[in-house]
């Protein structure tokens, strides 16, 4: 007796998912700067191989991995040096226009980073009329930009991704001076332990940290973050605001009392731009 024939239909789902897998693996490898990013920074620091301090220092980063590499060949890295007497101040800066709204969040903290993130991407900022959603906002302490050699106490990063994967990231520097009230609201947003994962009650207004005007340094650099990826479009806002010794002090201790920024790397032969 003949075998029976297999149902033709197994044979098309067959097909289907092994072209669904194997697409799914084109599209990874592909996208692994985006997906790099986001996976990576939210696992908690023990399962990292890169941090701030000993092997895995900064210096070290491209030595840790191939996948690394951009950290010490790249020539458009993050962050960088400001000199405000050297940029461009001729009209070439992009328009940048904010559209944020109270979100809810979902805030993480990884030992090396606590994040506020936006499930909603109904948020989002506007760069020569290209939109970029509105994805997390993480605190850098110290400053990773300097502005004429001085560095800062703090800098908060807003980060954001366009439909096509491309990020931009808006950079607001904080010297010492009175309490912010939007810095402390990220701060009862955020988990104590690493690890952790929190769903607050209340919204977040990315919108409540900015300065009063729009102006801002722009140029094209990388994640400040293994692996480094470059054509991140940054946006350093001019306007430096206040934050509180205390409140450094705490996002510092939420973060593992470490410095956890990455020096400044070469400008090469980038512009800076000034929006006027």
Same mark, same amino acid.
Request: net charge negative.
């Given at each position: ?140 302490? %110290? /400053? $990773? &930009?300097?502005?004429?050699? *001085?560095?800062? @106490? ?9 439909? +096509? ?34 769903? %607050? /009650? $209340? &919204?977040?207004?990315?919108? *409540?940290?900015? @300065? ?9 650099? +990388? ?54």
């Amino acid at each position: 007796m003949k075998p029976a024939k297999k149902p033709a239909f197994k044979s098309a789902v067959g097909i289907v998912l092994l072209a669904a897998i194997v697409f799914l693996g084109i599209w990874i490898g592909e996208n692994s700067n985006i997906l790099g990013e986001e996976g990576t920074e939210d696992r908690v620091s023990g399962d990292l191989n890169w941090g701030y301090s000993g092997e895995g220092a900064p210096e070290n980063w491209s030595t840790l991995s191939d996948e690394y590499s951009k950290c010490s060949e790249g020539r458009e890295q993050s962050p960088i040096d400001i000199d405000t007497n050297a940029v461009d101040s001729d009209g070439d800066a992009p328009g940048l226009l904010f559209s944020y709204k109270d979100e809810d969040i979902h805030s993480t903290n990884t030992g090396l980073f606590v994040k506020v993130k936006y499930e909603e991407k109904s948020s989002y900022i506007q760069i020569d009329e290209r939109e970029f959603n509105l994805i997390e906002i993480h605190p850098h302490t %110290p /400053s $990773e &930009h300097t502005l004429d050699g *001085d560095s800062f @106490p703090m800098e908060m990063h807003i980060v954001h991704r366009a439909q +096509s994967g491309q990020l931009a990231v808006v950079g607001i520097l904080f010297r010492l001076g009175d309490a912010h009230p939007a810095v402390q609201h990220f701060i009862d947003a955020v988990p104590i332990h690493p690890g952790d994962d929190y769903f %607050p /009650s $209340e &919204h977040f207004n990315a919108a *409540d940290l900015l @300065p009063s005007g729009n102006f801002h340094y722009g140029y094209y650099g +990388s994640l400040t973050t293994p692996p480094c990826t470059e054509g991140v479009q940054w946006l350093v806002m001019s306007e430096i605001q206040e934050v509180s010794q205390e409140q450094v002090d705490q996002l510092s201790s939420l973060s593992g009392s470490i410095e956890n920024n990455r020096p400044v790397q070469p400008l090469g032969d980038r512009v800076v731009t000034f929006s006027l």
